[in-house]
């Protein structure tokens, strides 16, 4: 691991196997929040690739898709969240 600039910011290689296979670095895993079974996704944009711990990408996607979604339902405090739930389940 060669140091870039300080302890968040790093560099790390590893060897692409005959299938194809990487194993990811333990300090990168750990940056990551990854361990066995965890799932990563690879992000290309325009020649460039960033792995990212697949849980954390699909939640910031979620949570980008839902943007203002309840400003335009006219939601504005957890008890109309629960209002909308409660009528969603038709529990009134």
């Known amino acids: 691991m060669e140091a870039i600039s300080d302890k968040s910011t790093f560099t790390d290689d590893?060897?692409?196997?005959?299938?194809?296979q990487v194993t990811i670095p333990k300090d990168v895993r750990e940056v990551l929040?990854?361990?066995?079974?965890?799932?990563?996704?690879?992000?290309?944009d325009h020649g460039k690739v960033t792995v990212v711990n697949s849980a954390v990408f699909a939640m910031k996607y979620l949570q980008d898709q839902l943007k203002g979604e309840a400003e335009k339902l006219?939601?504005?405090?957890?008890?109309?969240?629960n209002d909308l739930m409660k009528s969603i389940r038709d529990e009134d």
């Open 14 to 20: 590893a060897k692409v196997m005959s299938k194809g």
């Open 33 to 44: 929040g990854v361990g066995n079974g965890d799932r990563v996704t690879f992000v290309v």
């Open 74 to 81: 006219g939601l504005e405090s957890e008890q109309d969240v």
